[in-house]
C-alpha cells in the first residue's frame, strides 16, 4: 500500500476527479479472487481530490460504504484547527460524489473538522465483502495472530485485490 505521505499533490480535473470518485464507487461490484484479502480501513486514492485525500472503505458505518475525504495538510494554531472543512468543501463534496453516481445516505463530521465521511445507500457486492470477511477472520495458518500475524497472508491477499485504477 501506498503510504499516505506519497499522495500525489497535483490536482486533477472536474472530469478526473469524477472519475476517480465512480471507478472507486464501480469497484463495489467488482468480482474479487477468492484468495483476495482487504482490511476494514479500505482503499487509498493516489490523488489529491482539491485539497482532501479521500479514503474509501467497502464496508463502514451501518455495513454501507463509506469516502472518507480528510485534509490533506490540517494545520492547527494553539490546538485549533485553522483549515478545517468548510460548508463549501461540504457541498462540493456532495456534489462531486452525487456526478459520479454515488447516492449519499448519511454525512457525520464535515463543517469544522479534518475529515468528513459520506456513506452510500448502495452496498458492497459479495465478493468484496468476503475480503473483508476474510481480514477479519485473521491468518488461517496461524490463527493465534490473528489478523496480526508477520507471514505474507495479508501482504498475498491485499496483492490479489482488483483495484480501481489510481486506488492503493
Known sequence: MKPRGDTETRRVSDAAQIRLISDAFA?????????????????????????????FTPIGAGERPVFIFEVNHPLYLSDHLVNPFTHGDIFAVVKLLELAGVQIFDCWNGEGFSSASFSSRQFCGVSLRAAVNRYHHGCLVHPKDGVFCECDWLTNGYKALRLPENWS
Do not use: D, K, T
Not at 477468492?34 to 493516489?46: K, N
Open 27 to 55: 469497484w463495489l461490484g467488482m468480482e474479487q479472487p477468492e484468495s483476495a484479502i482487504l482490511s476494514h480501513h479500505g482503499i487509498s486514492c493516489v490523488r489529491l481530490i482539491e485539497r482532501f485525500h479521500v479514503r
